[in-house]
């Protein structure tokens, strides 16, 4: 079992920056692959980010490429997400999850991970 908790949202205005957390327990961190998802009101769960499980794969997808970054401190049992230039459409509830037996690959398909953290509300205001 992995427990999965985020911290770092809150409200940005457009323009800013946030950086999110996840941090991690319960098992060997290193072993999973990570990932970012978002929700928006109304809206289906996608993929922000992945990240292999010692960070040398890594995913964004076209919409996100430049100004979101993944990265992971295995040795902090922790993945992180750095966004810059936030728009209002960026707003969203944050989700990072964990994906066990991941070789080193990354993962973009939400039935693909097995952990999933509680979310983290980001608004940016216009």
């Known amino acids: 079992q992995v427990q999965l908790v985020e911290s770092g949202g809150g409200l940005v205005q457009a323009g800013g920056s946030l950086r999110l957390s996840c941090a991690a327990s319960?098992?060997?961190?290193?072993?999973?692959?990570m990932g970012w998802f978002r929700q928006a009101p109304g809206k289906e769960r996608d993929i922000v980010a992945a990240?292999?499980?010692?960070?040398?794969?890594?995913y964004y997808p076209d919409s996100m490429k430049g100004r979101f970054t993944i990265s992971r401190d295995n040795a902090k049992n922790t993945v992180y997400l750095q966004m810059n230039s936030l728009k209002p459409e960026d707003t969203a509830v944050y989700y990072c999850?964990?994906?066990?037996?991941?070789?080193?690959?990354?993962?973009?398909?939400?039935?693909?991970?097995?952990?999933w953290g509680q979310g983290t509300q980001v608004t940016v205001s216009s």
């Open positions: 999850a964990a994906k066990l037996l991941s070789g080193y690959f990354y993962y973009t398909r939400e039935v693909q991970y097995d952990y």
């Open positions: 319960g098992r060997t961190f290193s072993n999973y692959a």
């Open positions: 990240i292999s499980r010692n960070g040398g794969n890594i």
